[in-house]
């Protein structure tokens, strides 16, 4: 009789089941993020709203961004607390980053950081992963900031980087390619890429910690990958659900006021060449020592709630619930 009801109950929900959507991503969320222990703390204080507003950060995956002496203790943790999801990591540590600017470090030199990417690579294993390469190397090549007597080395290095983490079975790496207001034409990008590896990547990356809207970045995007033979690409939509700054306002790139929250994370970009919308720069952190923020990567809350303020109060920013939801789970 049991066996009946069960078998009875499986025939009317197994249509449901079948069609049941996918989840938006496959991607692990950090439960312990800054933004999470954020909505924590303001919801234990009574600030329900804005807790609320933090959730929305919160349940959306973000990288975590390895930039230390020794990348394997957060990488191994986020290995293995997301349990056969894909983690999203950002290698951030080459030589002379950022061209002394707001996030200038990196390793001391080129052998140093080819055995930090071996340990990273490591680390990684056998899990699933998606990792962004070293944010700005490449367009700083190209917009005369870092100096020529460190491009080849640089080229060297990425292409090794890249080589190197292809070793794991199941790791995507995308080597970035900054962003159309940076490098507008893209057949300048084209052989710093290639020098650089994307050749043996999956693919490059647009948009990183900027605020170029979609639109803009796609034609950009899609004009890249036809020059690079049918590469895909993933974007970054953390911060564009308003675009750029106005024009005139120093330093755009650094904590603009005005921004809000864009497109959440997914797979499922409807694009044949674009593999995922990410937020790789987390909402909240910091660009920079500038208009009142802490240092670059720290977090700053004020900020964040109003990225997602300002998303949640525009329909016209493609933030879905159904997104927002699947976050939770």
């Given at each position: 009789?049991?066996?009946?009801?069960?078998?009875?109950?499986?025939?009317?929900l197994?249509?449901?089941?079948?069609?049941?959507?996918?989840?938006?991503?496959?991607?692990?969320?950090?439960?312990?993020?800054?933004?999470?222990?954020?909505?924590?703390?303001?919801?234990?204080?009574?600030?329900?709203a804005?807790?609320?507003?933090?959730?929305?950060i919160?349940?959306?995956?973000?990288?975590?961004?390895?930039?230390?002496?020794?990348?394997?203790?957060?990488?191994?943790?986020a290995v293995?607390?997301?349990?056969?999801?894909?983690?999203?990591?950002?290698?951030?540590?080459?030589?002379?980053?950022?061209?002394?600017?707001?996030?200038?470090?990196?390793?001391?030199?080129?052998?140093?950081?080819?055995?930090?990417?071996?340990?990273?690579?490591?680390?990684?294993?056998?899990?699933?992963?998606?990792?962004?390469?070293?944010?700005?190397?490449?367009?700083?090549?190209?917009?005369?900031?870092?100096?020529?007597?460190?491009?080849?080395?640089?080229?060297?290095?990425?292409?090794?980087?890249?080589?190197?983490?292809?070793?794991?079975?199941?790791?995507?790496?995308?080597?970035d390619?900054?962003?159309?207001?940076?490098v507008?034409?893209?057949?300048?990008?084209?052989?710093?890429?290639?020098?650089s590896?994307?050749?043996?990547?999956?693919?490059?990356?647009?948009?990183?910690s900027?605020?170029?809207?979609?639109?803009?970045?796609?034609?950009?995007?899609?004009?890249?990958?036809?020059?690079?033979?049918?590469k895909?690409?993933?974007?970054?939509t953390s911060?564009?659900?308003?675009?750029?700054?106005?024009?005139?306002?120093?330093e755009?790139?650094?904590?603009?006021?005005?921004?809000?929250?864009?497109?959440?994370?997914?797979?499922?970009?409807?694009?044949?060449?674009?593999?995922?919308?990410?937020?790789?720069?987390?909402?909240?952190?910091?660009?920079?020592a500038?208009?009142?923020?802490?240092?670059?990567?720290e977090?700053?809350?004020?900020?964040?709630l109003?990225?997602a303020?300002?998303?949640?109060?525009?329909?016209?920013?493609?933030?879905?619930?159904?997104?927002?939801?699947?976050?939770?789970?």
């Amino acid at each position: 009789m049991l066996r009946t009801i069960a078998a009875a109950l499986l025939t009317v929900l197994s249509p449901a089941l079948l069609s049941a959507p996918e989840p938006p991503h496959p991607f692990w969320v950090d439960p312990r993020s800054d933004a999470a222990r954020q909505a924590a703390t303001w919801q234990s204080e009574g600030r329900t709203a804005d807790a609320a507003a933090m959730r929305h950060i919160a349940d959306q995956p973000t990288p975590t961004w390895l930039a230390d002496a020794d990348p394997t203790f957060g990488i191994e943790r986020a290995v293995r607390e997301a349990r056969g999801r894909t983690v999203l990591l950002v290698a951030y540590r080459i030589p002379h980053r950022d061209c002394g600017q707001y996030s200038a470090g990196g390793a001391e030199n080129g052998p140093a950081y080819l055995r930090w990417i071996d340990r990273f690579a490591a680390a990684i294993g056998d899990a699933p992963a998606l990792v962004v390469l070293e944010p700005d190397a490449v367009p700083h090549l190209l917009d005369g900031c870092t100096p020529a007597r460190f491009h080849d080395e640089r080229h060297g290095l990425l292409a090794r980087a890249t080589e190197r983490l292809k070793r794991q079975p199941h790791t995507k790496v995308y080597l970035d390619a900054g962003h159309p207001a940076w490098v507008p034409n893209p057949w300048r990008m084209v052989p710093a890429l290639m020098r650089s590896g994307v050749s043996r990547a999956d693919g490059f990356a647009l948009n990183v910690s900027n605020f170029r809207a979609d639109a803009e970045v796609i034609a950009y995007g899609d004009t890249l990958s036809e020059l690079l033979g049918g590469k895909h690409y993933v974007m970054d939509t953390s911060r564009n659900g308003s675009g750029p700054p106005p024009p005139g306002l120093s330093e755009p790139w650094c904590n603009p006021p005005g921004r809000s929250l864009g497109r959440t994370p997914t797979t499922a970009t409807g694009h044949p060449r674009i593999d995922a919308f990410l937020w790789i720069k987390h909402p909240g952190d910091s660009d920079g020592a500038c208009r009142g923020a802490p240092e670059a990567g720290e977090w700053w809350p004020t900020y964040a709630l109003d990225l997602a303020r300002r998303a949640a109060a525009d329909p016209s920013v493609p933030v879905a619930d159904e997104d927002r939801r699947a976050g939770e789970q």
